[in-house]
T-cell receptor
Framework: SQKIEQNSEALNIQEGKTATLTCNYT??????LQWYRQDPGRGPVFLLL?????KEKRKERLKVTFDTTLKQSLFHITASQPADSATYLC?????????FGAGTRLTVKP | DAGVIQSPRHEVTEMGQEVTLRCKPI?????LFWYRQTMMRGLELLIY????????DSGMPEDRFSAKMPNASFSTLKIQPSEPRDSAVYFC?????????????FGPGTRLTVT
């Protein structure tokens, strides 16, 4: 069966460091991989989308990589700030399907 | 644009009652999605529409759940009869993209509690 795993339920880092979140998947061939941010009591907010033929994408302090051989995506937040504290969800999709991982709760400590 | 609008924000009902959740997508978006989020199962896709037509309802848990989209600016998700295990946060999302796989814009969610 299809499975999406995000590296850990919670990740704590110090302000200024780079946060790295992992999304692994099995039994799936996504055409797209997306990352969302979710704050408590709110809906997910879209951050980045990367296509299967793209290796890396950047947006300000965010960077996403997509390795279809390893079936893995890495999501990096550089120069992290306490305001980056949230749950981050990866989502895999093709033209007919969209599946979310369980999320990783990131806490950035000042 | 005000974003995706959902109502009510909170709903508490007794087992056996009918529950109707409402969603207004962002104007111009062709896709509308209904999700359910729980601690145990995470975010699950229930059903999605393209141009008001249901495309995939394979995520709808059972016949007690139904969804409609009578026009481009309104959709409902109905549970009849409701059960305690339906307690969750229900999200509506819309997407402007050419496929169902493009970025989605989520509403604030409806927190449903069935007692």
């Amino acid at each position: 069966s299809q499975k999406i795993e995000q590296n850990s339920e919670a990740l704590n880092i110090q302000e200024g460091k780079t946060a790295t979140l992992t999304c692994n998947y099995t039994n799936y061939s996504p055409a797209y991989l997306q990352w969302y941010r979710q704050d408590p009591g709110r809906g997910p907010v879209f951050l980045l989308l990367i296509r299967e033929n793209e290796k890396e994408k950047r947006k300000e302090r965010l960077k996403v990589t997509f390795d279809t051989t390893l079936k893995q995506s890495l999501f990096h937040i550089t120069a992290s700030q306490p305001a980056d504290s949230a749950t981050y969800l990866c989502a895999l999709s093709n033209n007919n399907d969209m599946r979310f991982g369980a999320g990783t709760r990131l806490t950035v400590k000042p | 644009d005000a974003g995706v609008i959902q109502s009510p924000r909170h709903e508490v009902t007794e087992m056996g009652q009918e529950v109707t959740l409402r969603c207004k997508p962002i104007s111009g978006h062709d896709y509308l999605f209904w999700y359910r989020q729980t601690m145990m199962r995470g975010l699950e896709l229930l059903i999605y529409f393209n141009n008001n037509v249901p495309i995939d309802d394979s995520g709808m848990p059972e016949d007690r759940f139904s969804a409609k989209m009578p026009n481009a600016s309104f959709s409902t998700l109905k549970i009849q009869p409701s059960e305690p295990r339906d307690s969750a946060v229900y999200f509506c999302a819309s997407s402007p993209g050419g496929t169902s796989a493009d970025e989605q814009y989520f509403g604030p969610g409806t927190r449903l509690t069935v007692t």
